[in-house]
């Protein structure tokens, strides 16, 4: 990489992981350093692919998609499954892992009742093995 992360760079994403809505201003004001460059580093970042993009945190409880639950899958139709996670809304993150299992699928759903729904209609791609999430302890944690 032509262009390593430095200290202010490093400061920048944490500002931004923070609050991915925070003006390139009140950047510049917390790290003292003139809008222009913060703006060229943020640019630098970008081009760099560092900052693939830009998200909303949602409250899930209050959009009534608070019961989150961990799908372990065994399945030979890998295709089949990544098309049916892309068109199902309750799937926020699918993920391939090894062991046993080769696929791991978060799901956010309203109820235990709307879980048992999805997992049936899962259930023709393979045997499976669920983990509801009692608590969030750590969620969407800050890395730098």
Do not use: W
């Amino acid at each position: 990489m032509d262009h390593p992360i430095d200290d202010i760079d490093r400061k920048i994403l944490q500002l931004l992981q923070h609050n991915a809505r925070m003006s390139i201003s009140q950047i510049s004001k917390e790290i003292s350093m003139s809008q222009p460059s913060v703006k060229e580093r943020i640019l630098k970042l970008e081009d760099k692919k560092i900052i693939s993009g830009y998200s909303t945190a949602f409250n899930l409880s209050n959009l009534n998609r608070g019961t989150t639950t961990f799908i372990l899958l065994k399945t030979e139709h890998c295709q089949e499954l990544v098309d049916f996670c892309s068109k199902a809304r309750e799937v926020t993150d699918l993920y391939r892992i090894s062991g046993e299992y080769n696929y791991l699928i978060k799901v956010q759903t309203a109820s235990i009742e709307e879980l048992a729904e999805f997992q049936d209609s899962l259930a023709k791609l393979g045997p499976s093995k669920s983990h509801i999430s009692m608590k969030n302890i750590l969620e969407n944690r800050v890395l730098l």
